[in-house]
């Protein structure tokens, strides 16, 4: 991965820790920094890291689009198999879907201005993590614009209805509210986010990385296929993991009342 341009990239303890970079735009989301994001996971499932943790720099995650590239792409002209608008949208989706479907954990650390993609990059965290400051509108409807790559997301972190609400309303969420719609996990002040972060990663280290990648794969299905079509293909994957390496020694920490490797593993 080169030198990002838009994004501070630190791997510590096996943990990709990804900030945004853009605080003079409470960390408005570029193509570049869209790109660069994309590069950043595929960096760290590739090393083999535990988890990606995603931030933002200057007490902001992320203010949404950055509205420059889609007036750049407005003055592009439009073709039958190009629509340079629609390019734009549809990459912020592919980073999306990518950090939705990755194996790895990936935790949010949201302060501030969320907002926008920045609220549906929130949405396809498995954890996140929240300030008090911490802030979640979707402006779009407001602007004229649709929040197209997102709406998937909220509807599948927030409900329907919840979901709804905030995209026509163009409405808030302060950081009590998204803690009681499920939008954040856990909240606490700004200066205790470190040690939370921290008491977050302890815990997922304790799961085996194989385990936790086929755990979230076969989350994935469980929301849109009825359980009895998932009886089959969970009990393989149970298989599957209880005759490999980390079922072997899983199963022998546990009997040896100690921890498993993977735990001690940094």
Avoid at 35 to 43: P, T
Avoid at 70 to 86: C, E, L, R
Wanted: contains cysteine.
């Amino acid at each position: 991965m080169s030198a990002p341009q838009t994004l501070l990239v630190e791997r510590r303890a096996r943990v990709l820790h990804v900030t945004l970079n853009r605080p003079e735009l409470r960390n408005a989301m570029s193509l570049e920094m869209v790109d660069e994001l994309i590069a950043a996971l595929a960096d760290a499932e590739q090393a083999g890291d535990r988890a990606i943790v995603l931030r933002g720099a200057g007490g902001h995650f992320c203010s949404g689009g950055d509205i420059k590239d889609m007036g750049a792409a407005q003055g592009q002209p439009v073709t039958d198999d190009h629509d340079p608008i629609a390019a734009v949208n549809a990459r912020f989706g592919e980073l999306c879907v990518a950090y939705a479907n990755t194996g790895l954990p990936v935790v949010a650390v949201v302060e501030g201005a969320v907002m926008g993609g920045g609220f549906g990059l929130a949405c396809v965290a498995d954890v996140v993590l929240g300030a008090d400051t911490a802030v979640f509108r979707l402006p779009e409807t407001g602007l004229g614009i649709v929040p197209a790559q997102i709406a998937p997301f909220l509807v599948e972190r927030l409900g329907y209805s919840q979901a709804r609400r905030l995209a026509v309303t163009g409405g808030k969420l302060d950081a009590g509210k998204a803690l009681g719609v499920g939008l954040i996990h856990a909240l606490h002040p700004t200066e205790d986010l470190d040690a939370a972060l921290e008491a977050e990663l302890a815990q997922i280290r304790k799961g085996a990385p194989n385990a936790i990648a086929a755990t979230k794969a076969l989350m994935r299905r469980a929301r849109l296929e009825p359980p009895a079509s998932l009886v089959a293909d969970a009990a393989m994957a149970f298989a599957k993991a209880a005759r490999s390496d980390e079922g072997a020694e899983g199963m022998t920490a546990f009997l040896e009342k100690r921890s498993a490797r993977w735990a001690e593993e940094s």
